[in-house]
């Protein structure tokens, strides 16, 4: 009797398994084109972070996002998901497909440093799918000074030696910037005449009109422009531009013209 009651219960459960139809689902997979940015901008203007959320998987999702400023980040400071002043938020992302968001931070004018996090997960399944894109920022006040140091505009003999003008680009700021730098003023100068520039590492051969220097915090250094006039008398000016490439619209320095005369 016994072994009858086994083989029913036995022949139940093969029949239950056969029945089973319940689709088994992969875990939907949530992919950032980026996880982790540092940048600088100036305080006076809005800095936007863009990234890419992607889901590479066969299955529709709904995916959560939730944004989490730095507890120490200045409280000025306010922020933006897709330009809406929320926390949290969710969307619904097709099967391999993807969406950019977008990330605002609006310093307010107060300089300072900060960071956050956004985070991404399936509803469905946080604890295998939750992806975090970091970010940090510093809004400065300027992102460089130039300070010129001695004369912009001298007058010599074609007997005297070459010509030097210096100024100094300081970085005030607690973080390292990068100074894009160019000359340009030059096309009506002496033919003869040769315009080279040095700064505290690198001496420059006149062929290189564009360049770079990566200033410490709170360090400068020291640009200097030399005109070789080759004993050759003329008129002649350079025009150094500075400029930080990732917002150069808003850092443009061109200020300073070095003018040099050479008389017989």
């Known amino acids: 009797?016994?072994?009858?009651?086994?083989?029913?219960?036995?022949?139940?459960?093969?029949?239950?398994?056969?029945?089973?139809?319940?689709?088994?689902?992969?875990?939907?997979?949530?992919?950032?084109?980026?996880?982790?940015?540092?940048?600088?901008?100036?305080?006076?203007?809005?800095?936007?972070?863009?990234?890419?959320?992607?889901?590479?998987?066969?299955?529709?999702?709904?995916?959560?996002?939730?944004?989490?400023?730095?507890?120490?980040?200045?409280?000025?400071?306010?922020?933006?998901?897709?330009?809406?002043?929320?926390?949290?938020?969710?969307?619904?992302?097709?099967?391999?497909?993807?969406?950019?968001?977008?990330?605002?931070?609006?310093?307010?004018?107060?300089?300072?440093?900060?960071?956050?996090?956004?985070?991404?997960?399936?509803v469905s399944n946080q604890s295998e799918t939750s992806t975090t894109f970091n970010y940090t920022y510093s809004a400065v006040d300027a992102y460089f000074d130039i300070i010129t140091a001695g004369f912009t505009t001298q007058s010599v003999r074609v007997s005297d030696p070459d010509t030097d003008y210096h100024l100094w680009v300081k970085n005030n700021n607690n973080v390292e910037v990068t100074v894009d730098w160019m000359r340009t003023n030059e096309s009506s100068n002496p033919s003869e005449w040769m315009i080279a520039v040095c700064t505290d590492a690198t001496c420059y051969t006149p062929a290189i009109v564009q360049e770079t220097i990566t200033i410490a915090p709170g360090d400068s250094v020291d640009f200097k422009t030399t005109f070789s006039h080759v004993s050759t008398a003329g008129n002649g000016t350079s025009t150094p531009i500075f400029y930080v490439s990732s917002d150069s619209a808003n850092s443009v320095y061109n200020s300073v013209t070095f003018t040099n005369e050479v008389t017989l």
């Open 1 to 122: 009797m016994k072994n009858l009651f086994a083989a029913v219960v036995m022949t139940a459960l093969l029949l239950v398994g056969a029945c089973d139809t319940t689709e088994v689902v992969d875990p939907v997979t949530v992919t950032l084109d980026k996880n982790n940015v540092s940048e600088m901008g100036l305080a006076s203007s809005s800095k936007t972070f863009e990234l890419t959320v992607s889901n590479t998987s066969s299955t529709e999702a709904t995916i959560n996002w939730e944004h989490t400023p730095g507890a120490t980040n200045p409280s000025a400071w306010t922020y933006m998901i897709n330009g809406v002043s929320v926390a949290s938020g969710s969307f619904v992302l097709a099967a391999e497909s993807d969406v950019t968001i977008s990330v605002m931070v609006m310093p307010g004018a107060t300089s300072g440093e900060g960071d956050g996090a956004l985070v991404f997960y399936d």
